[in-house]
């Protein structure tokens, strides 16, 4: 293997040459699945790269319940007698994906410098990036779940209850906090899910502990709107952690408007700024408009999408001249 090529973990299963089973160990890197094996003077060894794996399957058969079929362009291989399937599969689909990425994006992996250093005494042995990877994979939920921006990291969540006024039923979920938002999903599925954007957040308050409500954690908004949660188990440190994050956002959003600049508001020209979402200049813009045609940067990240109303973003004139077609 090349000198930078990084092991991310390896778990002892058998590897099945031909319909003899050999005992080895399966070693999981950035960029391969290997496995090697010596017994009885015979050696088995196989490499092969994330990016030339076409399927994987977690099969159960009679004989052995736990089996992962690796698929291949041109074969098939087998792997059994795991201690721990599920997690060996999880890790072997997350490399994978992680491999079709960099291949269509053409990145290269980097590890997330924000995550705390081990401790020394930690009670499990868990490499740097096994720990990377997991982190990566509950932010990716995390984001599916609630539709969030791709570069939003989850910080952590909690067992909590949220006091809903439509019904006058305070619901059993989850709280999930991050660098941007808050949120929450009930246990029972569809019931009720929360999105709170922290640059809404006014005031996050500890209120007065009760049998009916114990410790409970009160979020306000700008729009005057206030959410209860309940029953959490670490509220002190949570208030901490929210306080933190208002704290960078509110510095984030003085920091933008220092930087934005003023918008153009004249109705046929189009709003632009220092590091705008906008490329084309007001000049320009009015010649390609007439033509149809708008130039956008969108992978400009200087500014987040959640800092305009997309009518403001993307308008052309004002709201008024728009026809009902544009409107929609």
Same mark, same amino acid.
């Given at each position: 293997?090349?000198?930078?090529?990084?092991?991310?973990?390896?778990?002892?299963? $058998?590897?099945?040459?031909?319909?003899?089973?050999?005992?080895?160990?399966?070693?999981?890197?950035?960029?391969?699945?290997?496995?090697?094996?010596?017994?009885?003077?015979?050696?088995? %060894?196989?490499?092969?790269?994330?990016?030339?794996?076409?399927?994987?399957?977690?099969?159960?058969?009679?004989?052995?319940?736990?089996?992962?079929?690796? /698929?291949?362009?041109?074969?098939?291989?087998?792997?059994?007698?795991?201690?721990?399937? /599920?997690?060996?599969?999880?890790?072997?689909?997350?490399?994978?994906?992680?491999?079709?990425?960099?291949?269509?994006? #053409?990145?290269?992996?980097?590890?997330?410098?924000?995550?705390?250093?081990?401790?020394?005494?930690?009670?499990?042995?868990?490499?740097?990036?096994?720990?990377?990877?997991?982190?990566?994979?509950?932010?990716?939920?995390?984001?599916?779940?609630?539709?969030?921006?791709?570069?939003?990291?989850?910080?952590?969540?909690?067992?909590?209850?949220?006091?809903?006024?439509?019904?006058?039923?305070?619901?059993?979920?989850?709280?999930?906090? *991050?660098?941007?938002?808050?949120?929450?999903?009930? %246990?029972?599925?569809?019931?009720?899910?929360?999105?709170?954007?922290?640059?809404?957040?006014?005031?996050?308050?500890?209120?007065? /502990?009760?049998?009916?409500?114990?410790?409970?954690?009160?979020?306000?908004?700008?729009?005057?709107?206030?959410?209860?949660?309940?029953?959490?188990?670490?509220?002190?440190?949570?208030?901490?952690?929210?306080?933190?994050?208002?704290?960078?956002?509110?510095? %984030?959003?003085?920091?933008?408007?220092?930087?934005?600049?003023?918008?153009?508001?004249?109705?046929?020209?189009?709003?632009?700024?220092?590091?705008?979402?906008? $490329?084309?200049?007001?000049?320009?813009?009015? *010649?390609?408009?007439?033509?149809?045609?708008?130039?956008? #940067?969108?992978?400009?990240?200087?500014?987040?999408?959640?800092?305009?109303?997309?009518?403001?973003?993307?308008?052309?004139? *004002?709201?008024?001249?728009?026809?009902?077609?544009?409107?929609?």
């Amino acid at each position: 293997m090349p000198e930078e090529e990084k092991l991310v973990n390896y778990y002892s299963c $058998s590897y099945w040459k031909g319909k003899v089973p050999r005992q080895g160990w399966v070693y999981l890197s950035i960029n391969h699945l290997c496995f090697y094996s010596f017994l009885m003077g015979r050696e088995a %060894k196989l490499v092969i790269r994330w990016v030339d794996i076409t399927q994987l399957e977690k099969n159960a058969t009679l004989l052995f319940p736990d089996m992962i079929k690796v /698929s291949t362009r041109s074969s098939e291989h087998f792997f059994s007698v795991f201690l721990n399937i /599920s997690e060996t599969f999880k890790l072997m689909e997350q490399l994978a994906n992680i491999a079709m990425r960099q291949l269509l994006d #053409n990145e290269g992996f980097e590890q997330d410098r924000s995550l705390p250093k081990l401790k020394k005494k930690s009670p499990k042995k868990v490499s740097a990036l096994k720990r990377d990877l997991d982190a990566r994979a509950k932010s990716e939920r995390y984001r599916a779940l609630f539709r969030l921006p791709k570069d939003e990291k989850l910080d952590g969540h909690t067992d909590c209850t949220l006091w809903t006024p439509f019904n006058k039923m305070h619901i059993l979920g989850q709280m999930f906090v *991050s660098t941007n938002y808050i949120c929450f999903t009930s %246990k029972e599925e569809n019931l009720c899910s929360l999105i709170i954007p922290l640059r809404e957040v006014t005031i996050v308050e500890k209120a007065d /502990s009760s049998s009916v409500l114990p410790s409970p954690l009160s979020i306000s908004t700008k729009n005057r709107m206030t959410f209860l949660f309940a029953n959490l188990k670490d509220r002190d440190f949570l208030v901490q952690r929210i306080s933190d994050f208002l704290q960078q956002t509110s510095s %984030k959003i003085y920091l933008e408007k220092n930087i934005s600049g003023s918008y153009i508001n004249s109705d046929d020209e189009v709003f632009t700024r220092s590091s705008s979402l906008i $490329s084309a200049s007001p000049h320009k813009s009015r *010649s390609s408009e007439s033509e149809g045609e708008r130039q956008f #940067n969108l992978n400009d990240n200087g500014i987040p999408t959640a800092t305009q109303a997309l009518m403001t973003m993307f308008r052309r004139r *004002s709201p008024e001249e728009f026809n009902p077609k544009l409107v929609k």
